[in-house]
């Protein structure tokens, strides 16, 4: 256990819709890293959040945003879902001075149909 | 070419034997790098962090790093059939805190 975690599990959406998935990072860690899993690949960054800033972002279009809270959990927000969204959403936290050293909830797996 | 490069697999070792997890990068700037393990259908489990040239080890892990060759290897001991898992190899980008994963290697250890 990593005392990440992130909701809901699983999710079922339509093309078009919207979603909003949500995380809690390991207690004291202030650094919130998003990662997309499609099947047999490994994750694709998609941006990082420090301080309630974003501190970083990978090659994923407007359409995926994020937020972060006082309290340093986090929410990712997709708009206009399309089928190659289809994934699962790896959230990953980690102290200030390691940034580098994330550990990841059990992600949210997003079915779009 | 793609920024971390794994061999898919899988690499079947018998159980007890040494397992031999290979990764390659392409930016020379690199300086951390890591190896996660993910069971099917949970999520990656950070194993170890390499940063600097040579061998690092951990119990029966050892990461081992060439920066010249950019190169990047997990050696698993006295391997168990629980060590069957798909092993990423992930690279932080310019120091950017942006971590850059392969494909992973599937490893099954026979019993």
């Known amino acids: 256990e990593t005392g990440v975690t992130q909701s809901p599990t699983h999710l079922i959406k339509t093309r078009g819709q919207q979603v909003t998935l949500r995380c809690s990072s390991q207690s004291g860690h202030n650094t919130v890293s998003w990662y997309q899993q499609a099947l047999g690949q490994g994750p694709q960054f998609i941006f990082q959040y420090y301080r309630e800033e974003e501190n970083g972002r990978g090659n994923f279009p407007p359409r995926f945003s994020g937020l972060q809270f006082p309290n340093y959990s986090s929410e990712l927000n997709v708009n206009a879902l399309e089928l190659d969204d289809s994934a699962l959403y790896l959230c990953?936290?980690?102290?200030?001075?390691?940034?580098?050293?994330?550990?990841f909830g059990a992600g949210t797996r997003l079915s779009v149909l | 070419q793609k920024e971390v490069e794994q061999n898919s697999g899988p690499l079947s070792v018998p159980e007890g034997a040494i397992a031999s997890l290979n990764c390659t990068y392409s930016?020379?700037?690199?300086?951390?790098f890591f190896w996660y393990r993910q069971y099917s259908g949970k999520s990656p489990e950070l194993i170890m962090s390499i940063y600097s040239n040579g061998d690092k080890e951990d119990g029966r892990f050892t990461a081992q790093l060439n920066k010249a060759s950019q190169y990047v290897s997990l050696l698993i001991r006295d391997s168990q059939p629980s060590d069957s898992a798909t092993y990423l190899c992930a690279v932080e980008m310019d120091s950017s805190y942006k971590l850059i994963f392969g494909s992973g290697t599937r490893l099954l250890v026979r019993p």
């Open positions: 990953a936290s980690s102290l200030g001075q390691a940034k580098n050293i994330q550990y």
């Open positions: 930016d020379r700037g690199s300086q951390s």
